[in-house]
């Protein structure tokens, strides 16, 4: 059994199903963790949004308000980690929702084991950036700033989820350089994946549209054919 988390780590599950909150509540409670819940979309959004928590545990069916919504709503006012509970098997559940900014997904119905080993991953990823401060990265017209998790282009915010600005950042910090889908995988997500997942192509989909880039002579994140991506400094003289 792994270790447990110091005490008093606040989580909210929302959820409609008052059972299964129940018995996760029960679960969490074991291991440190401070349960709260609500359940329906209305109810789980002003208690996201106006309290501070360690993560949010979020199913996509609810009454009121689905979680897509709840979602988009919760983002629009804070970063806290999200781990999405989807159907089983649906994987355009899974890419919508780590699109608009969920920082993981469980197929509904998985042991109460895998769910604490996602919510250790993505609140271990979202302390360790915290912790993290490193300086601006300027990149041509792009700027990133890694400490306040926020970029903008031509002096433009930039609305990033918190999946693209991971990837984003990586993409920056390694400059030049190729970084496989795997290792954008390993490195923002910190989990094993299944091996049709398409999150990354997704999310960088988005990153181009919102950076300007044309998918067919992008100037930021260029298709490197069977390795991966690169982010490329455009202003730089060619080598």
């Known amino acids: 059994m792994p270790a447990p988390f110091p005490a008093s780590l606040p989580v909210l599950i ?32 002003q208690a996201a949004t106006q309290e501070a928590w360690h993560a949010v545990i979020l199913d996509v069916m609810l009454p009121g308000m689905d979680g897509f919504e709840v979602l988009r709503r919760i983002r629009r006012t804070c970063d806290v980690p999200v781990l999405m509970l989807t159907a089983r098997g649906a994987e355009m559940d899974q890419i919508i929702g780590l699109e608009i900014g969920a920082d993981d997904y469980l197929p509904k119905g998985s042991s109460t084991r895998a769910l604490l080993a996602r919510l250790r991953a993505i609140t271990r990823r979202a302390t360790m950036q915290k912790a993290e401060t490193p300086a601006e990265i300027i990149i041509a017209e792009l700027r990133i700033h890694p400490d306040s998790r926020s970029a903008d282009i031509n002096g433009q915010s930039l609305t990033l989820t918190p999946g693209e600005f991971d990837i984003l950042l990586s993409l920056a910090k390694a400059r030049n350089r190729v970084k496989t889908r795997d290792a954008l995988l390993e490195e923002v997500r910190e989990r094993d994946w299944e091996v049709f997942d398409r999150s990354i192509d997704v999310q960088i989909s988005a990153l181009r549209r919102k ?28 080598r």
């Open 14 to 45: 929302i959820d409609d199903d008052r059972e299964f909150c129940g018995l996760i509540r029960d679960y969490l409670g074991s291991f440190g963790y401070e349960v709260a819940m609500a359940h329906t979309g209305p109810a789980g959004v």
């Open 211 to 238: 950076l300007g880039d044309d998918p067919k002579n992008p100037r930021f994140i260029r298709t490197v054919r069977s390795a991966g991506y690169m982010l490329v400094d455009p202003d730089a003289p060619p």
